[in-house]
């Protein structure tokens, strides 16, 4: 990466910029080989005045949250990736709507809301990642989802115009919505229901038991691995096969869940890329499923 580049960058935003940054640091997977400049903006004019720089210097860009979602290559990433994780101011603005900055952590959004007395958000207590990551792959859990409590989202178009979208105009189905490349979402306004604190409370604690008993907490992951296919689990499935505990050097199908691939020490993205594989081949041979990935692969072999 051009050394010019990286001063521009460093003398103009107030966020922090580093080279040959180890994208290991930035996902949940603790799996990922350098990126050439990361670039971390800390409000939305410092996003901007980044976006507008690394485009007149023609550099690859790639937008990160909290990269829950994320398996990054051993090669790592050419160009910068821009993290998202310092934008993340959350507050209230009406007696049944909070606004969340895209790098503000669903988590934290959960207990906010507690603390203000809303209700709705509760699904999303143990579903790590940021709120931009959330509504762009519309996640969800407990039958709910993002589509359920996102109002209006706001976001940076390619020509570096801010734009709000009413959530109606989003078209969210399972794990997606339709949020073109090249369009980022910098800021979420949600719509809840007020709700006293203990009521809101016993809902998380339940959700937060049911994850303890049925997904693995104890090693580094993604998340769900595969998306579910129409009217089935993909974690029943891979199950069924007996493919529990197998591994692939450190990257191993989690015991507790078989949609989970966890890090178990070690493990690099060519051992979490093989074991996809095997899965993948296996549920073909045996069941004519094609399943698709949930998880985001990004970055050089």
């Known amino acids: 990466m051009n050394r010019e580049i990286e001063d521009i960058l460093r003398e103009r935003l107030k966020g922090r910029v580093r080279a040959d940054e180890p994208m290991e640091l930035h996902t949940s997977f603790r799996i990922g080989g350098p990126a050439d400049l990361f670039v971390e903006p800390v409000d ?18 790639l937008i990160v949250g909290a990269g829950t979602n994320m398996l990054v290559k051993d090669g790592g990433v050419r160009g ?3 993290g998202l994780r310092e934008m993340k101011r959350v ?12 790098g503000a952590l669903l988590s934290g959004m959960v207990m906010k809301s507690v603390s203000w007395e809303l209700s709705g958000l509760e699904f999303a207590v143990g579903i790590p990642g940021s709120v931009g990551g959330a509504v762009i792959m519309n996640a969800g859990a407990h039958e709910s989802s993002m589509a359920d409590v996102v109002r209006r989202v706001e976001m940076v178009f390619s020509d570096g115009s801010v734009n709000i979208i009413d959530a109606r105009d989003l078209s969210f189905s399972y794990r997606k919505c339709t949020i073109n490349e090249g369009k980022i ?8 229901q007020p709700e006293v604190s203990d009521v809101v409370k016993k809902h998380i604690e339940k ?3 049911w994850r303890k008993d049925n997904q693995p907490l104890k090693y580094p992951s ?18 069924a096969l007996g493919l529990k505990n197998v591994a692939v050097r450190g990257a191993k199908v989690s015991e507790t869940h078989a949609n989970f ?5 070690g493990a690099e993205a060519r051992d979490v890329l093989e074991l996809i594989d095997r899965i993948r081949e296996q549920v073909s041979d045996h069941h004519g499923i094609d399943l698709e990935l949930e998880i985001k692969v990004v970055g050089d072999d």
């Open 44 to 61: 939305l004019d410092d996003l901007i005045t980044a976006l507008d720089i690394l485009k007149e210097h023609r550099v690859p860009v």
């Open 80 to 82: 910068a990736v821009v």
């Open 91 to 102: 507050e209230r603005r009406s007696n049944s709507s909070v606004y969340a900055d895209c």
């Open 185 to 192: 979402v910098t800021g979420v306004e949600f719509a809840l």
């Open 207 to 209: 959700h937060l038991a």
């Open 222 to 239: 993604a998340g769900s691995v595969f998306k579910n296919p129409p009217d089935a689990s993909a974690g029943k499935i891979i199950d």
């Open 261 to 265: 691939i966890v890090n178990t020490g």
